[in-house]
């Protein structure tokens, strides 16, 4: 998951098994998912396979990709939940002693 959220990763519903990464890593099968758009209103995701350079990913409804083997389906929701978090701007929140001091001091509270 890229350091992005760490539980997510932990979650064992969405955490793939060794035979799913063996699965995974073979030759033309869908490697991971980088996006989503609706398109006549159905949900695509831009999938990128084995054995392709990162600029030569696919676009696939979600119907076809339900009917792939089920870690397909554990990537798309990882996809699906790295994007709340993204969107959300959680991710982007700078945490640094500055902003803690200032935080604090909002309520009074010295940081010394």
């Known amino acids: ?29 869908v490697a991971e998912v980088v996006g989503r758009v609706m398109r006549g209103g159905h949900l695509e995701y831009e999938c990128l396979k084995t054995g392709r350079r990162r600029d030569e990913t696919v676009w696939v409804p979600l119907a ?3 009917a792939h083997p089920p870690y397909v389906m554990k990537l798309v929701k990882n ?5 709340k978090v993204m969107q959300s701007g959680v991710e982007v929140k700078s945490v640094n002693n500055k902003v803690v001091l200032r935080h604090l001091e909002a ?3 010295s940081g010394e």
Do not use: P, S
């Open 1 to 29: 998951l890229k350091g992005r959220d760490a539980e997510l990763a932990k979650m064992e519903t969405l955490a793939l098994t060794e035979e799913e990464e063996l699965l995974r890593q073979q030759q033309g099968k």
């Open 64 to 66: 076809h990709l339900q």
């Open 79 to 83: 996809y699906d939940e790295r994007l």
């Open 107 to 109: 309520f009074g509270i």
